[in-house]
């Protein structure tokens, strides 16, 4: 599955607590030859260490290990490695496996837990920056995923969408110049409540930023009629058609793109500099942790490719080296990041990540608390 199927309830799902072991397997992986060659071998390696990492676990009996190395192999078989991006996730249990295709890396790792790692998915839905583009007119309505990676069409969620029947003669609008028009008809305002109801039904499902592309005659109109214009994170007034592709959608929306995601960066910022002056600030892993135990936290950012395996003794986290730690050793979490990660969203809050060495005076990471 890939970065825009990573919605919020599937995420919640997928850190669900689960019956031990749930097998979170994550690796670089290559997008072109002669570089991908090496994937299904690296893939092959981290498969052999799960194994063995099952087989030397006392908490996991013979009948459960077989059972996750089952459905690992059924995983290794069904990884098509011609739709490589730049990670692969691989989570199994004793009843499932699912596997995710990533367009930012991730390390090579093996981890058991009684739940799936899923930092590296809330990493690339963050920073896959998810949005929705409605390109429309009077006579079409297409939605559309965005992702850094492009966009792709929704072809569901009730779209795309044409109105019941011909609103126009193109060649008397040609002739009289009174193009228009349409957008004044009742049969134009009708289409216009359909749209906006079936975006509602989208936005209310998976929340994202809405960017509209339409002639500034439609964008009033939807605006007019319906309730999701009034919200968008921008309009772009330009007439498409409903064979416009995706290339030249995202030719026209490149400004506006930009912009919002400038405004995003500097939100975060911004929430955290505010923070720091009215008392609200933690920083460190330590006390950003304990906040988050106690559903204080309202924001945490954290750096990009920071993970710590500590040891929590007396609740506080003491940092261990992965390689000194012992099979079944259950006071040690091999990625506490992911845990606060988890714990925040579970409590309501937000997780963002920043760019290496942003947060580099903080310990890595740092968060806006509610209290």
Not at 37 to 61: C, I, M, W, Y
Not at 125 to 144: D, P, R, T
Request: with cysteine; glycine share 6%.
């Amino acid at each position: 599955m890939d970065t825009d199927a990573l919605t919020a309830g599937t995420l919640q799902r997928l850190r669900a607590t689960r019956p031990y072991p749930a097998l979170s397997l994550t690796m670089p992986t290559h997008r072109r030859a002669p570089d991908n060659a090496q994937d299904a071998v690296r893939l092959r390696n981290l498969v052999a260490e799960a194994g063995n990492r099952l087989d030397a676990d006392p908490r996991v009996s013979r009948e459960a290990g077989d059972a996750v190395k089952a459905q690992l192999e059924r995983a290794v078989t069904d990884v098509d490695q011609r739709r490589a991006l730049e990670s692969l996730v691989v989570l199994a249990d004793a009843d499932e496996y699912q596997i995710w295709r990533l367009p930012r890396t991730a390390p090579e790792r093996v981890v058991l837990s009684d739940s799936y790692l899923t930092r590296n998915l809330v990493a690339a839905k963050a920073g896959a920056q998810l949005f929705w583009v409605l390109n429309f007119s009077a006579e079409h309505a297409a939605l559309w995923s965005g992702t850094v990676e492009g966009l792709r069409e929704e072809k569901g969620r009730g779209f795309p969408l044409s109105p019941p029947h011909e609103n126009f003669d193109p060649e008397r609008q040609a002739r009289s110049g009174d193009a228009p028009s349409i957008y004044v008809s009742e049969d134009t305002r009708s289409f216009f409540r359909t749209v906006d109801e079936r975006l509602r039904g989208v936005l209310a499902a998976d929340p994202r930023p809405l960017f509209l592309i339409g002639l500034p005659q439609a964008l009033s109109l939807l605006e007019d009629v319906g309730e999701c214009a009034r919200t968008a994170a921008c309009k772009v007034a330009k007439g498409t058609t409903a064979e416009t592709t995706a290339a030249e959608l995202s030719r026209e929306l490149e400004t506006a793109l930009e912009d919002w995601r400038a405004q995003g960066a500097a939100a975060v910022r911004d929430r955290l500099d505010a923070a720091r002056g009215a008392k609200t600030f933690a920083g460190g892993l330590d006390e950003v942790w304990a906040a988050a135990k106690e559903g204080r936290v309202g924001l945490v950012a954290v750096e990009e490719h920071f993970q710590r395996t500590v040891r929590v003794t007396e609740g506080h986290l003491v940092a261990v080296d992965p390689a000194d730690v012992a099979p079944g050793d259950e006071e040690v979490r091999e990625d506490i990041v992911d845990e606060l990660i988890e714990t925040v969203l579970d409590n309501g809050g937000e997780a963002v990540f920043v760019a290496d060495d942003s947060l580099a005076d903080h310990g890595r990471v740092a968060a806006v608390l509610r209290f």
